[in-house]
């Protein structure tokens, strides 16, 4: 079983920046796909950055490139999300999202959220104009 928590969510004004984290426990898998996925209010979940465990490079959607940036940290188990230069139509619930793969690498990892298996309980992302 492979736990998932998000926590670094929090309160900003447009133009400001935040880090999320996701500290991940129990079972780590060797290969994986993780990613950071958000949910507005009335609005379907979306993946926002991918990184796989043997793969250099990561996805981000168009609506974030250039202003988020994801990174892990293997020593800690951690999954990170930089975001910066935050606008108001970024508030969600952010949550990271984790799921074996079979080769580690990115072209692996889906973008669609129900193929991931495991999945944090999320953090309030709200930016204010």
């Known amino acids: 079983e492979v736990h998932l928590a998000e926590y670094g969510g929090g309160s900003v004004q447009s133009g400001g920046s935040l880090r999320l984290s996701c500290a991940v426990s129990?079972?780590?898998?060797?290969?994986?796909?993780m990613g950071w996925f958000r949910q507005a209010p009335g609005k379907e979940r979306e993946a926002v950055a991918l990184?796989?465990?043997?793969?250099?490079?990561?996805y981000y959607a168009d609506s974030v490139k250039g202003r988020f940036t994801v990174s892990r940290d293997n020593a800690k188990n951690t999954l990170y999300l930089q975001m910066n230069s935050l606008r108001p139509e970024d508030t969600a619930m952010y949550y990271c999202?984790?799921?074996?793969?079979?080769?580690?690498?990115?072209?692996?990892?889906?973008?669609?959220?129900?193929?991931?298996?495991?999945w944090g309980q999320g953090t309030q992302v709200t930016v204010s104009s």
């Open positions: 999202a984790s799921r074996f793969s079979s080769n580690g690498l990115l072209d692996s990892c889906s973008k669609v959220p129900s193929w991931y298996v495991y």
């Open positions: 990184i796989a465990s043997g793969d250099s490079n990561t």
């Open positions: 129990g079972y780590i898998y060797s290969k994986y796909c």
